[in-house]
Each structure stands twice: as C-alpha cells, then as structure tokens.
C-alpha cells in the first residue's frame, strides 16, 4: 500500500492538477478525520546570519493525507506523513512583502483514488514601514494603533501625509494617559537601541578625546618645567 502511494505522490508531484478517480464513501469517511486535523501557521525567526525570515510549517500529516501548494520559489510541492514526519517546513526570507499562501487538502485512497477536501489559505505578514521609521510607533500605548502594527497583510490605501497626521494625532491623545515610568521605559530601549548601534564611534570619540587630553597635559607639563608660565 505504501509504495502505490508513493508512486501516486510522485505522479502528482509532477503533475499537479491530475484528474484521479474518487475515493469510495468509506474511504472518504475513514480518512477524513486525518484531513481535517491538518493546520498551518508561520512563526517569524531569524538565522545564525542576523537574516530574518518567516518559518511556515504544516502539521498533522499523515500516510493518506495530501497537501499541494507551492513554495516560496513559486514551485509546486505535495507534501505528506508516509515517510513518518508529521510537519514540513520551508522559509520565506522575503518579509518585505506579503504574501498569500493556498494549501490543498486531499485524501488518498487504496488503488490511487484522491479525493479534495478543503483549502487551507495562509496569509504571511510583512513589515509595516510606519512601525519601522516613525518614532511615535515604537511607544508602547501605540502599538495597537492601525497604523502602527508591526506587521501588516496588505498595503494603506491612503496617502502618506493622511497615515502621519493620523499617527500624530493619535499620539498626542495618547500620551495624556501615558504614565511617566512608560515613556521612561521607551526612552531607555531607544538609548540602548542607539547605543549598541553607535557604540564602536563612541569608543573611538572617547580615546580620541583621552588622547587629546593627555597630550595638553604633557605639553602643559613640559612648559611649566621649562619656565614658560
């Protein structure tokens, strides 16, 4: 039984949109409560290079349950739990841009019979320019606001200047309720933030300054030993 579905998932690979006969109602009844249980989500991570991408993962798979959709690359996959996994995963590094995911459900039977049952569609996030570049974002009773989510689905349809008025405006109703340990809070992670982002200039402005200073003191000194003051 395993190696004719092997064969079929092989066949369907290559062939994404093959016309295979119905699964019996027996079938359909016994393998259909391994079809509902499948599930999708994305969690976002970054590697060991700094890069940040989204981790997407299918779970629940099972011998006679496949799903088809296709990847990050746009190549068509159908994936499924024969070879005894029950997830896959793939990454898309592109969070710039969202991006609608559409996986198939289908079930597989005895004799090559496959059955759809249902469309599971996912949509990835994208990095909200706003949250990245506007400093009123970062506060943490603006976090919610609309325009100030971190990630986002689609695009604004608004112009730019109506999304910054309306960030401002929000924020000067905000802050009237903002107590002051908050913006203390966010004061310091944007210190420490610009801090280990400068850091390396800093040291270097500092051992010059020092550098500078203990050339005066030695010139000063020498002067004075020489009865020039």
Known sequence: MKKVLFILYIF????PFVNAEECSVSEKTKFMSDAIKVNVSYEFKTDESGRS????????????VLVSFY??????????GLDGNLTYTFNDYDIDNSR??????????????????????LTKP????????????????????????????????VDDYVIRRSIQEEFNKTTTSVSD???VSDNLVTFLQLYIKY?????????IGMIIDIVYIF????????GEF
Not at 131 to 156: G, L, R, T, V
């Open 12 to 15: 369907l690979f290559f062939i």
């Open 53 to 64: 991408y989204f981790a997407i993962t299918i779970y629940n798979l099972s011998p006679n």
């Open 71 to 80: 990847n990050q690359d746009n190549k068509y996959e159908s994936v499924s």
């Open 100 to 121: 609608e995911y559409s996986f198939k459900i289908a079930i597989v039977g005895s004799g090559g019979c496959i059955t759809n049952i249902t469309m599971i569609n």
């Open 126 to 157: 994208k990095k909200n320019y706003y949250y990245e570049n506007i400093p009123e974002c970062k506060f943490q009773k603006m976090k919610d606001f609309y325009y100030c989510k971190e990630w986002i689905n689609n695009d604004f349809h």
């Open 181 to 183: 340990e908050e913006i």
């Open 199 to 207: 850091r390396i200039y800093l040291l270097i402005g500092l051992g």
């Open 219 to 226: 010139l000063s000194y020498k002067r004075i030993k020489e």
